[in-house]
């Protein structure tokens, strides 16, 4: 199997290190951004296959790059939000920024990677169907 890609956006250095080093310990490749704004730099790279990013971040939250992301590109990836405060992540916007799911800190880096392989297999299962 070709090696996944996943891009982790998140403010907190501790945790896009536990992630990269979870992620890269089950074979994925990871590119990893401290801001939204650095994140989109990462289309540079071509883009991941899945993508896990943090709601609130200075400059603009995860929703804004989700939205920002759709823009730039045909077909976004499926995209993890984490969040502290899921109250302020509306439902309605977060489907039209493409937004798959939605998980509450504090996580494990165990949990982040078991919905990360099931959304890609979700979207396996859609491309073959």
């Known amino acids: 199997m070709t090696s996944r890609t996943v891009w982790l956006i998140d403010d907190e250095l501790p945790i896009r290190s536990v992630l990269s080093r979870r992620f890269e310990s089950m074979g994925y490749t990871t590119h990893t951004a401290a801001s939204a704004e650095q994140g989109l730099e990462l289309l540079e790279h071509g883009l991941p296959d899945a993508i896990v990013v943090d709601l609130q971040m200075p400059g603009m ?3 804004e790059f989700a939205m920002r992301l759709s823009e730039r590109v045909d ?3 499926p995209i993890l939000l984490l969040t502290a405060r899921s109250h302020l992540a509306a439902e309605d ?3 039209t920024a493409g937004i798959r799911r939605v998980m509450v800190k504090p996580f494990s880096a165990r949990e982040i990677v078991r919905e990360i392989e099931l ?3 979700t979207i396996d299962q859609e491309r073959v169907a």
Request: proline share 8%; net charge neutral.
């Open 61 to 63: 939250t995860g929703v």
């Open 119 to 121: 959304l890609l297999e």
């Open 93 to 95: 916007e977060l489907r």
């Open 75 to 77: 077909r976004s990836p």
